[in-house]
């Protein structure tokens, strides 16, 4: 089979696209035929060394997919030709993945390959951020950092549909104009005076902030309120500015970490928060911008999209 691959750590020249052993499926797993391949901010950090990879160079990236199953290695809940996605999968950057049945999630017949690929992760983590770390509740303020990127336009509507007041962040006009028309309620550019302008709003402070960047933390503290929050599940700033700790216990504020492995915890769970995910899709409480395409082989062309900050909404890889 061809995956992209990458045998050292760097930038997207790294990436190779090449022929490797097809995986064979152990117990307990099926052979899945990747239709669809989600392209996240995580993989790019895999890739220059922030984050661990599995397996041995030439490594696979990538956890996030869709296809059919054409092996089901005899498991008698699964046959040949079934739609399925999943979301925390290694190896995925590849035209055939071997996927432990526990990880699987059934994939309905209204819901696309590429709409799933865009869907699990950022879904699935709007879905526990609005619920876990923080569970909304009608009347909150909610700021949300980088409202106009794949996450961002998951909690944007997430929010409004549990009735809270979103504020959005974003770096552009254009960025701007999709928070908007995703039903956020006012919406600031980072080059803008954009604490002194939240502040004049809501004098109290924001109820919760949804910080994915990392070097915006300080900053979101100052707009939070006495007894707030800041829900800090991203570090797409590269780093941490979290000011003067004093700050934090004068006002008692709350900053909480997530990350969507320590809610994937089984099959049960996985299936239970996907259905929340497919049934905002399904109902049209949520939509999705139409992702950006690239073909597997164009992975190094992808990375670099990305790491742009060109795009709205998700990439997909094609294989």
């Known amino acids: 089979m061809k995956a992209l691959t990458l045998s050292t750590f760097g930038n997207p020249g790294v990436l190779v696209y090449q022929e490797v052993t ?34 041995q160079a030439p490594y696979i990236n990538g956890y996030e997919g869709a296809g059919i199953i054409v092996d089901a290695n005899n498991h008698p809940k699964y046959k040949t030709g079934d739609r399925v996605a999943f979301a925390d ?16 999630i059934p994939l309905p017949e209204d819901v696309s390959f590429e709409t799933a ?28 950092h980088a409202s106009a990127g794949g996450v961002g336009q998951w909690l944007i ?37 954009w604490k002194s302008k939240i502040l004049n709003m809501f004098p109290q402070g924001i109820d919760v902030v949804y ?28 780093k941490l500015e979290i000011g003067n700790p004093l700050n934090i216990i004068a006002k008692s504020q709350t900053i909480i970490g997530g990350d969507l492995w320590n809610y994937l915890t089984s099959k049960e769970e996985r299936i239970r928060r996907a259905k929340q995910l497919f049934a905002w899709l399904q109902n049209k409480h949520v939509q999705i911008s139409p992702p950006t395409l690239f073909k597997l082989s164009e992975g190094k062309k992808a990375h670099e999209f990305l790491e742009s900050r060109q795009s709205t909404g998700k990439i997909v890889l094609i294989p």
Do not use: W
């Open 211 to 238: 910080d994915s960047i990392g070097t915006t933390l300080n900053d979101s503290l100052q707009v939070t309120r006495i007894l707030g929050k800041v829900v800090l599940f991203g570090l797409a700033g590269g």
């Open 22 to 55: 097809n995986p064979s499926p152990k117990f307990n797993e099926v052979l899945v035929e990747m239709k669809a391949i989600g392209l996240n901010f995580a993989d790019l950090m895999r890739r220059n060394g922030t984050y661990p990879l599995r397996g």
């Open 157 to 193: 509507q997430v929010c409004k549909l549990q009735g809270a007041n979103v504020i959005g962040m974003t770096s552009s006009e254009n960025k701007r104009e999709i928070s908007l028309s995703l039903g956020a309620d006012a919406v600031f550019l980072y080059s803008e005076d």
């Open 89 to 104: 999968v290694p190896f995925a950057n590849a035209e055939l993945v071997a996927v432990p049945v526990d990880h699987i």
């Open 117 to 144: 690929a865009a869907s699990m992760l950022q879904g699935l983590t709007a879905q526990y951020l609005t619920s876990d770390s923080h569970p909304i509740k009608a009347g909150e303020t909610v700021l949300i």
